[in-house]
């Protein structure tokens, strides 16, 4: 009777083994797919395939691009700083409205700034398209403008 009840637990050790190394494998096969549905397309290829850009629009998007992103640096390192002095302000207890409200006005009018020189850039690369394609430009910015909007909702 002892020896039967051992081989049962053996038994019933054993297959609880495989089924966790079998489980374990399942995870991770799931994991790996799941890394692939989370990363972001790349915004240039999709604009590239929605609107059929030449060789020649792609090369002078990506020069713009890079102009537009070397003139933008300072303007975000300075919208960093304004609100890292903003958030500075959390240990101070003598800290009152009118000295938040002047923070928060040098944060939005860099901001801003940030905005209408963003707007200026894609009114500039809408110059690269013809005619035909600047509807499915102007279609594209905004489906872009709507999923960056909905992706900072979902992270907060």
């Given amino acids: 009777m002892k020896n039967s009840t051992n ?3 053996t038994i019933a050790v054993v297959l609880l ?5 079998a489980l374990v494998i399942f995870m991770m096969k799931g994991r790996n797919k799941g890394t692939d549905k989370n990363e972001k397309p790349d915004p240039f290829a999709m604009m590239v395939k929605e609107l059929n850009m030449s060789d020649q629009q792609q090369k002078e998007y990506k020069a713009q691009k890079e102009e537009h992103l070397k003139n933008m640096k300072p303007m975000f390192d300075s919208v960093r700083a304004a609100k890292t002095a903003f958030y500075a302000l959390l240990k101070d207890s003598t800290v009152n409205d009118s000295i938040l409200a002047v923070y928060g006005q040098k944060i939005s009018e860099r901001q801003s700034a940030i905005d209408k020189m963003t707007f200026a850039h894609f009114k500039r690369v809408r110059t690269l398209f013809t005619p035909e394609q600047q509807p499915k430009f102007d279609s594209f910015i905004q489906k872009m ?3 960056n909007r909905r992706d900072s909702t979902v992270k907060k």
Avoid: Y
């Fill in 7 to 9: 081989k049962i637990l």
């Fill in 145 to 147: 403008m709507q999923r």
């Fill in 17 to 21: 083994l495989l089924i966790n190394v």
